[in-house]
């Protein structure tokens, strides 16, 4: 598994220096660099202007330092990733998609139907709770512990607690 460049809020725009206050509003975005998806911080003036290119973001509040931290991922931004990702084929990728539909399960917006295999790969079917419409989601086969890897690597990265919500 890799590692992204996981940061937490620094209070300041990656693209223009800009102070970020406490309790300022700001967008935090993910950007998918060679590396693998890198978190970044934009203020919101910037991001009105010039709408950088970003992997998929959510719009936030700067919190006190020492404040606990809020989830600030709803399930309608992780639903919008999870589905972001539905055409990745890099394995890394994949396995962080698996993750997120465990998140979903977890929060009741997906729900396991049946397994089917297709060339040799483990395919979950899972529906859309209250909706007839079906996704598939390729099982990595992940152990325990790099599910757990991965869902610490996503929370950060997210800023957000994504497990105990």
């Known amino acids: 598994m890799g590692d992204w460049d996981i940061h937490r809020p ?59 931290r809020p989830v600030f991922i709803d399930d309608q931004m992780l639903t919008a990733f999870f589905e972001r990702l539905a055409t990745e084929t890099d394995p890394e990728r994949i396995a962080f998609r698996f993750v997120l ?25 899972l529906r859309w709770v209250g909706q007839k419409d079906t996704v598939d989601v390729v099982n990595p086969n992940l152990d325990e512990q790099q599910i757990a890897q991965l869902s610490q690597q996503i929370g950060q990265v997210l800023n957000a607690d994504l497990v105990d919500s």
């Not at 693209?15 to 890198?38: D, P, R, S």
């Not at 979903?104 to 295999?117: A, D, F, I, S």
């Open 101 to 125: 539909a465990l998140i979903l399960m977890r929060r009741r917006r997906l729900k396991y139907e049946t397994t089917v295999t297709d060339n040799g790969a483990e395919i979950w079917r």
């Open 10 to 68: 620094l209070g300041q725009c990656c693209a223009t220096g800009q102070k970020i206050e406490v309790g300022q509003e700001y967008y935090a975005a993910l950007v998918e660099t060679e590396e693998g998806f890198q978190r970044r911080d934009f203020s919101i003036e910037h991001w009105d202007k010039e709408k950088p290119a970003v992997y998929c973001f959510w719009r936030t509040r700067l919190a006190e330092p020492n404040q606990k």
